[in-house]
């Protein structure tokens, strides 16, 4: 158990250090361009992972109080599993997919809480308002689990333009990987794949 709690722990540090970085040195919406392929771009998500959201201020404190009951499961769920002496793939892809929950979550738990600016619900418009400048270590914009999760890593591989004959999207432009993420997300999508798809119940 303590070695998967070591892949849990090492993963949460890597994640808050470069959010902390993002968050305190680069303005909101900002990019650096590392290569062709590969940009730091800064943004906040009030939701789920990959920039899904959904239902406002209110449904933020849901999906975050949820991502605390997940947390709970997936620990409960590693815990058995060690104990029932699972492959050594099912572990470390349940403790990549625990520590990714647990990366989000710490955002959206305490990031309102201790930096002065952040994404922020306007209930007069029904959106989320962005904010300039460079966040730092503060009294908080927001409340416990109403902070947000921050996101850095973007791929944009290749981009283009729909053909016009083509139904709904014709002549629009297109980039893909268009998602910006962070490395939790990568940790919970790693996770899940092992699991999927190079487990096959061996016993470790």
């Given amino acids: 158990m303590k070695k998967h709690l070591l892949i849990v722990l090492a993963i949460l540090v890597v994640d808050q250090v470069v959010k902390i970085w993002v968050k305190t040195t680069m303005g909101y919406n900002h990019s650096i361009q590392v290569t062709d392929w590969f940009n730091i771009h800064y943004i906040e998500n009030p939701g789920m992972a990959f920039g899904l959201e959904w239902g406002g201020n209110i449904g933020k404190i849901v999906l975050s109080s949820f991502r605390l009951v997940a947390i709970v ?11 029932k002496n699972a492959s050594k793939v099912q572990l470390i892809s349940i403790a990549l997919i625990l520590a990714g929950a647990a990366g989000n979550m710490i955002d959206s738990a ?22 300039g400048g460079i966040s730092q270590f503060g009294a908080g914009y927001s409340g416990f689990l109403q902070g947000n999760v921050v996101d850095m890593l973007s791929f944009p591989l290749f981009s283009g333009t729909f ?12 980039r893909f990987f268009r998602p910006i993420f962070n490395i939790a997300d990568s940790a919970i999508t790693v996770g899940v794949i092992l699991l999927i798809f190079f487990n096959r119940g061996k016993k470790s």
Avoid: C, H, Q
């Fill in 163 to 174: 053909p016009d004959w083509m139904p709904i999207w014709g002549g629009e432009s297109f």
């Fill in 110 to 131: 305490f990031y309102g809480m201790i930096f002065d600016s952040g994404l922020t619900y306007n209930a007069e418009i029904e959106n989320w308002v962005a904010y």
């Fill in 73 to 83: 499961a997936i620990f409960i769920w590693l815990k058995r599993s060690v104990e």
